[in-house]
């Protein structure tokens, strides 16, 4: 493992229940701070970091749908579920004196910057932390497609999947004691086998970018730096000519 990065610009996808902690819902201040202080020493290497947040610590739009709700209706409340926990991630960030930006899809001016693509990386290129908020801003699209989308908007050398298991698995590890691990995939074979990497869109928009995808399991201290200074954890997801580690 190097001392020093192995990637310049990383865009770091996060569940919505990454900031809930054990319960599952809402914000645990605690576990945001912790979280934060792991994002505080890997922006200390001197790479830029841009970062992706779910929202179904508070709201899924698909529950919501598949309760009637009207399918749009429902993924706008979850893209606004994104920006409360894109605060929540900032107030966390900039309370350790890390310099942050959120910018959302869908303008709320008083709180956020709009998306501006050149404008998040020019923050990027000046140290700032930029946490993209409200999803693409149009419903039908996850924040997995989101990540994807502004890794290839922002030019991102690597996507990083933080997940709560320690890679991809041909099967659920959580039923399946049995599951084989990959240490490396190629898009194709995640699609074509299923595999719960992300949605299949999130995949494709890697695959035709050529943008590695690295997931590994936020829940084990330190790995976020782990993966940026080169560490061969989780599982790394592949297919251009240039991603082999």
Known sequence: MSDEPIYERVILKLSGEALAGERGVGIDPKVVHDLA????????????????????NIWR???????????????YM??????????????????????????????????????????????????????????????????DTTAALRAAEIEADVMLKATNTSGVYDSDPFR???????????YLDVLNRGLM??????????????????????????????VILGEEIGTYVRGGKDCER
């Open 78 to 143: 979850g893209m606004l579920a994104t920006c409360i926990n894109s605060l929540a991630l900032q107030d966390a960030l900039e309370s350790q004196y890390v310099m942050t930006r959120v910018q959302t899809a869908i303008e709320m001016r008083e709180v956020a910057e709009p998306y501006i693509r050149r404008r998040a990386i020019r923050h990027l290129e000046k140290g700032r932390v930029v946490i993209f908020a409200a999803g693409t801003g149009n419903p039908y699209f996850s924040t």
């Open 197 to 226: 990497v992300m949605d299949s869109t999130a995949t494709s928009l890697c695959m035709d970018n050529d943008i590695p995808i690295v997931v590994f399991d936020l829940g084990v201290r330190g790995n976020i730096r782990r």
């Open 176 to 186: 399946n004691p049995d599951a084989k691990k990959y240490d490396e995939i190629k």
């Open 37 to 56: 202080e792991e994002i505080k020493e890997v922006v200390q290497l001197g790479m830029q970091l841009a970062i992706v947040v779910g929202g179904g």
């Open 61 to 75: 739009g698909a529950s919501g749908w598949s309760r009637g709700m009207d399918r749009a209706t429902a993924d």
